[in-house]
């Protein structure tokens, strides 16, 4: 049994979506950790990554202040270039399209803080525009990656119709 290309983008149309999904829970699951497993496993992280720099290094010593700021950043990047992908792979590019994904990390980085409200965490405004700071800078970086993918194999395969039809001719 073959699996055709409609199928194998379909399948792993409902992959990627399921994994922006876990995304998301993930980010919402942690916001509703209470304090102090939040600051255990915040701990956890910023032991490990503090193990691998220089000791007395200016970066130990951000890793130390900001891994929560860290860790929001990136895991809204994680989201931004999941949604990129998505967005390349398997939407009509129109500007409402873009305008939704633009928007995306507004309304979970709201959520997110506003799940924190209820946990005994405080909430934060300055999260809100950490999580949306990752997430676009990550967003662009991967679009223009996969943009840059796209010019590339466009030109390989014109390249080599051109041969082709020469070859023909």
Same mark, same amino acid.
Not at 19 to 31: D, E, H, K, Q, W
Not at 59 to 64: D, I, L, R
């Given at each position: 049994m073959t699996i055709?290309?409609?199928t194998l983008m379909k399948i792993l149309q409902c992959l990627l979506l399921a #994994? =922006? =999904?876990?995304?998301? %829970? *993930?980010? *919402?699951?942690?916001?509703m950790l209470p304090p102090e497993k939040s600051s255990e496993q915040s701990d956890t992280v910023k032991d490990i990554i503090v193990? =691998? %720099?220089p000791d007395d290094s200016k970066?130990? $010593? *951000? #890793?130390?202040e900001y891994i !929560?700021? =860290?860790a929001h950043f990136t895991e809204y990047g994680l989201l931004g270039v999941e949604l990129a992908l998505y967005l390349m792979l398997f939407t009509k590019r129109r500007p409402k399209t873009l305008a939704l994904f633009a928007l995306t990390p507004f309304f979970v980085g709201f959520t997110d803080e506003t799940i924190q409200r209820f946990s005994e965490r405080g909430p934060s405004i300055d999260d809100v525009w950490i999580d949306v700071g990752g997430f676009i800078l990550f967003y662009l970086i991967a679009l223009a990656a996969l943009f840059a993918i796209f010019l590339t194999v $466009? !030109? #390989?395969k014109n390249k080599n119709n051109s041969e082709k039809d020469r070859k023909e001719a």
């Open positions: 055709t290309k409609p #994994v =922006i =999904i876990g995304t998301v %829970l *993930f980010i *919402f699951v942690n916001s193990e =691998i %720099l970066a130990e $010593s *951000f #890793v130390e !929560r700021k =860290i $466009s !030109r #390989v």
